[in-house]
């Protein structure tokens, strides 16, 4: 199986930017689709991007708009969220999670589909 570790997480200002790396062990992180999620105090975790296993595909929630940006460097075992023009309520711990799928070209959005998560990193945007 893959284990996960992001980092990146830290205090910005808003409409300051800050990039997220999740590093994946244990297996080629080309097996599987990635995604990044976020979870708010007292809120449910809630899905934010994602990626194909190709890199080829993504997709985003609404509230990005534009703003973020979800890739991948296979060889480096990299998954990546450019976070730019954050607002107070992008706030939250943001995991990145994995799942194995053999369609290269697959994203998937629900996080009941994801079999492997990292521990998570703070991200915190003052006003």
């Known amino acids: 199986q893959v284990q996960l570790v992001e980092s990146g997480g830290g205090l910005v200002q808003a409409g300051g930017s800050l990039r997220l790396s999740c590093v994946a062990s244990?297996?080629?992180?080309?097996?599987?689709?990635m995604g990044w999620f976020r979870q708010a105090p007292g809120k449910e975790r809630e899905f934010v991007a994602a990626?194909?296993?190709?890199?080829?595909?993504?997709y985003y929630a609404d509230f990005v708009t534009g703003r973020f940006t979800i890739s991948r460097d296979n060889a480096k075992n990299t998954l990546y969220l450019q976070k730019e023009i954050l607002k107070p309520e992008d706030t939250a711990a943001y995991y990145c999670?994995?799942?194995?799928?053999?369609?290269?070209?697959?994203?998937?959005?629900?996080?009941?589909?994801?079999?492997?998560w990292g521990q998570g990193t703070q991200v915190t945007v003052s006003s």
């Open positions: 244990g297996r080629t992180l080309s097996s599987y689709v």
């Open positions: 999670a994995a799942a194995p799928r053999g369609n290269p070209d697959r994203v998937l959005t629900d996080k009941s589909e994801y079999s492997y």
């Open positions: 990626i194909s296993r190709s890199g080829g595909s993504t």
